[in-house]
């Protein structure tokens, strides 16, 4: 089992930033993919950005591309999202999710990837 604990969040004005962590615990990750889905109120859950665990190689949603940075640490088993040039329609509950495993590229934005999942930590930016 993995155990996934978010942290960061808060309240930040439009044009801030905020850097969320994600702290795995349990299984050790050899390979995979970590990353980050939100879910506005009335919407569903979507895609943010993931990190594979071995390459490094990143994906984003368009929505986020050129202002937020996924990364990770190895020692720590931890991985962050940087989120800069916030608007008010960043405003979410972020989930960090992780699959456990090797992962075709073109699937790891889908949610039903995921196995792991995070408690979600609320990130709201006013106007």
């Known amino acids: 089992q993995v155990q996934l604990v978010e942290s960061g969040g808060g309240l930040v004005q439009a044009g801030g930033s905020l850097r969320l962590s994600c702290a795995a615990s349990g299984r050790t990750f050899s390979s995979g993919v970590m990353g980050w889905f939100r879910q506005a109120p009335g919407k569903e859950r979507a895609f943010v950005a993931t990190i594979t665990w071995s390459a490094r190689t990143t994906y984003y949603a368009d929505s986020v591309k050129g202002r937020f940075t996924i990364s990770r640490d190895n020692a720590k088993n931890t991985v962050y999202l940087q989120m800069n040039s916030l608007n008010p329609e960043d405003t979410a509950v972020y989930y960090c999710?992780?699959?456990?495993?090797?992962?075709?590229?073109?699937?790891?934005?889908?949610?039903?990837?995921?196995?792991?999942w995070g408690q979600g930590t609320q990130v709201t930016v006013s106007s």
């Open positions: 999710a992780a699959h456990l495993g090797s992962v075709l590229s073109f699937l790891v934005t889908k949610i039903d990837v995921y196995n792991y």
